[in-house]
């Protein structure tokens, strides 16, 4: 898990920064984890997951286990 790259990470940062409902966005390519916080009447985890996965990333939910 984790990114190939840093500019795969702030790629990721940018992509999610411009959909509705994100309000910040912050990977850490050495971690390999992107921190993400979301307006909840905009937009869901699922709906966050399934955008990332859709990027070609693999999603690992560490909020919920």
């Known amino acids: 898990h ?3 790259c840093a ?7 940018t992509m ?3 959909e509705k ?6 990977s850490t390519y050495p971690q390999g984890v992107a921190t993400i ?3 909840p009447e905009q937009t869901n985890e699922t709906a966050i997951q ?8 693999t999603v ?4 919920n286990g």
């Open 37 to 39: 916080g979301f307006d």
């Open 50 to 57: 399934e955008f990332i996965a859709s990027l070609g990333f």
């Open 60 to 63: 690992v939910d560490k909020h």
């Open 16 to 18: 999610l920064r411009q």
């Open 21 to 26: 409902g994100i309000v910040s966005s912050i």
């Open 2 to 4: 984790g990114f190939s």
């Open 7 to 13: 500019t795969c990470a702030t790629g990721l940062d």
